[in-house]
């Protein structure tokens, strides 16, 4: 049974910083492409960043320079550092797997095939 928990969500102060997590199991992680979305009250959800099965990251250009997704394959987590936070980052964040071996942009319409239950980040000014 597939499984990703995520953690590490909770409230910050703009321009702090905050870093998820995201355990998976119930798969073979490592060969699975990994992103990470959010959802804001009232809006719909949006790709954040992704990580394909050689590392290779991409960005919303919304988060580019500010947040750095990895993936340590030994633990079967997923990581997203979130720096420089602004109000707008606020949302619920969660982890999502699909066996592609090369993420979709974090742009792209497509529906990974495995998700987490979100873990919330709130910003506040």
């Known amino acids: 049974q597939v499984q990703l ?53 991409v960005y919303a250009d919304s988060v580019k320079g500010r947040f750095t997704i990895s993936r340590d394959n030994a633990k079967n987590t997923l990581y997203l550092q979130m720096n420089s936070l602004k109000l707008e980052d606020s949302a619920m ?16 319409t497509y529906d990974y095939k495995y998700w987490g239950q979100g873990t919330q ?3 506040s000014s």
């Not at 998976?24 to 990580?51: D, L």
């Open 121 to 123: 980040v709130t910003v």
């Open 5 to 57: 928990v995520e953690s590490g969500g909770g409230s910050v102060q703009a321009g702090g910083s905050l870093r998820l997590s995201c355990a998976a199991s119930g798969y073979t992680y490592s060969s699975y492409c990994m992103g990470w979305f959010r959802r804001a009250p009232g809006k719909e959800r949006e790709g954040v960043a992704a990580i394909d099965t050689d590392g290779d990251t």
């Open 93 to 108: 964040y969660y982890c999502a797997a699909d066996p592609l071996r090369i993420c979709p942009h974090p742009s792209a």
